[in-house]
């Protein structure tokens, strides 16, 4: 496979369930000239048979190399992102939830997903593919709102982000917030709309994430799903453009993905 056709592979999956919008959102942007993919962002557990290393292994193979480390103490999530020697392709942000640090019902189940799960499939992209009742979602959603979205969607994009350097008229992150909102979409506030500033090299907003209906084992039910993503970078100390991720940052991006949104 090709680094395209995995992306292709992953947008058609974000935008068939797991941000519809997207396509609308696509196309607010489509008269800012070439739309470039800046990075996707994908969620796990940290559990030895679905941990950042497995979940990276098909991007690995196409050349991928792993670049920065990030730790997100309130949310327990470690990260790492990885960068392709074609600075064209999309970076990749993975994030993995510390399991440890949660209660004992929460980690239960979370370990029984992963237990069902079967890591020989070739693509793990999709809908979740383990049991998983409403009631186990609300258990976890009450703990972390993380862990019930990765239980409750599998694996997938969470996330596209355009890269605004490249827009020809809305080059920055403030005038792509009110394009969203003056065509209906809301602009994550967590934190502020614009997340971090020059000085830190990387500016970054999001849509709030789409609100879909899922299948539980028992019920059908309508929880936060994937979102849109906007990032603006600087040159960094070194003179090259900067091209890793800010934790103060994405910690108020993950709220994208909250309930109460
Ligand atoms: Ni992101």
Redesign the pocket.
């Known amino acids: 496979m090709s680094v395209s056709a995995l992306f292709e592979l992953l947008w058609k999956d974000y935008t068939a369930r797991l941000c519809p919008s997207a396509h609308k959102i696509r196309a607010l942007f489509e008269s800012q000239g070439k739309l470039v993919n800046d990075?996707i962002?994908l969620r796990t557990f940290d559990l030895p048979k679905v941990n950042i290393d497995k979940l990276v292994a098909p991007f690995l193979a196409l050349g991928y190399q792993p670049k920065g480390h990030y730790r997100f103490e309130d949310k327990k999530l470690i990260a790492q992102h990885f960068e392709h020697p074609n600075p064209l392709a999309p970076k990749v942000?993975i994030s993995a939830l510390e399991l440890r640090s949660f209660s004992a019902p929460v980690q239960q189940i979370i370990t029984e997903c992963v237990e069902a799960f079967d890591a020989q499939q070739s693509n793990w992209f999709g809908p979740k593919k383990w049991p998983l009742s409403y009631e186990q979602y609300k258990i976890l959603q009450a703990e972390t709102e993380y862990g019930a979205w990765v239980a409750a969607h599998g694996f997938g994009a969470n996330?596209f982000?355009l890269y605004v350097n490249e827009f020809s008229q809305l080059t920055e992150i403030a005038l792509v917030n009110e394009h969203l909102k003056a065509n209906g979409f809301t602009v994550n506030a967590s934190g502020g709309e614009i997340k971090g500033t020059p000085e830190i090299f990387l500016e970054?907003s999001?849509t709030m994430a789409d609100k879909l209906t899922v299948d539980f084992d028992d019920v059908q039910a309508v929880i936060p799903a994937g979102f849109y993503?906007f990032?603006k970078r600087y040159l960094g100390p070194n003179g090259a453009m900067f091209s890793g991720?800010v934790v103060e940052s994405?910690d108020k991006?993950f709220e994208s993905t909250s309930q109460s949104g």
């Open positions: 990075h962002a942000f996330h982000t970054q999001s993503e990032a991720f994405a991006i």
